[in-house]
């Protein structure tokens, strides 16, 4: 089963890319995050014509989740994971008797603002959350943007890096209070290099000078981890010449594994 996740900063923008990456791929859940787009307008024919069902919670500009599935699941739970619930951010299925969340952590804007702990908060209802669900089933996948880097491989600069978003202590320590719970980040069960990346700043030409941040997990119980044999990381999506009908690429890249 080939399992990949995408923050697609908007589908209606990148509905193109999502379709040739369907294509390309075929995997059979992608899950998507940032979709931008209100529940009437998720576009739900084309995936249709693709072979795939929706299961999608949006909003208008901000957030919104969604998960592609080439089976109906056998079922879904909408925001699961909430502070707010207008801010749509979490979805879960269970396919194929595995249990997949879907989630776009709060990004936080920095340490010192409201914002940051409101993402502190946040992570302490993913973790009551994957608590509740993982002492239910031992085939469980948590997979997303989760706006932090888990290590000092995972961004450019560790000492300019220090302290700042994405990078906290809190944030760190708050994923692996997740990660305790008999989680395993699949990234680490592979041979990738350190500053292996999943988003670059459209700024600055970061992409092109590989200036990014692994911040796109995925997140599996033992059972999943154990039988995972490959984690790709889809870094050519975000080349304009990848999908020519819509060159303006997400800012990240999809993550993918094969269980």
Not at 145 to 167: E, H, M, R, S, Y
Not at 177 to 189: E, M, Q, R, S, Y
Request: glycine letters at 4%.
């Amino acid at each position: 089963m080939i399992i990949a996740s995408w923050n697609v900063n908007s589908i209606k923008v990148r509905l193109p890319n999502v379709l040739k990456y369907l294509d390309d791929h075929k995997p059979d859940v992608l899950v998507l995050q940032e979709t931008k787009v209100v529940d009437d307008v998720f576009p739900v024919e084309p995936l249709i014509a693709k072979g795939y069902h929706s299961i999608y919670c949006g909003q208008k500009t901000y957030n919104g989740v969604a998960i592609l599935t080439k089976n109906k699941p056998t079922s879904f739970d909408i925001n699961p994971v909430y502070i707010n619930k207008e801010e749509m951010r979490s979805i879960m299925v269970v396919y194929d008797n595995v249990t997949i969340l879907n989630v776009y952590v709060v990004n936080g804007k920095s340490i010192d603002s409201d914002k940051y702990q409101y993402k502190l908060e946040w992570l302490q209802s993913l973790y009551e959350y994957a608590s509740t669900i993982i002492s239910k089933t031992d085939r469980f996948i948590i997979l997303g943007d989760f706006n932090i880097a888990p290590t000092d491989d995972d961004v450019p600069d560790p000492q300019g890096c220090k302290d700042q978003i994405l990078c906290s202590t809190a944030e760190r320590q708050s994923l692996k209070k997740i990660t305790d719970l008999g989680l395993f980040d699949l990234f680490n069960n592979f041979n990738f290099p350190k500053n292996t990346y999943t988003w670059w700043d459209y700024r600055a030409g970061c992409f092109h000078r590989d200036i990014g941040y692994r911040i796109d997990l995925i997140l599996a119980s033992k059972y999943i981890a154990d039988k995972c044999t490959d984690y790709i990381i889809d870094k050519d999506t975000r080349h304009k010449s990848w999908c020519p009908e819509e060159p303006r690429t997400s800012d990240h890249a999809p993550v993918r594994i094969i269980i």
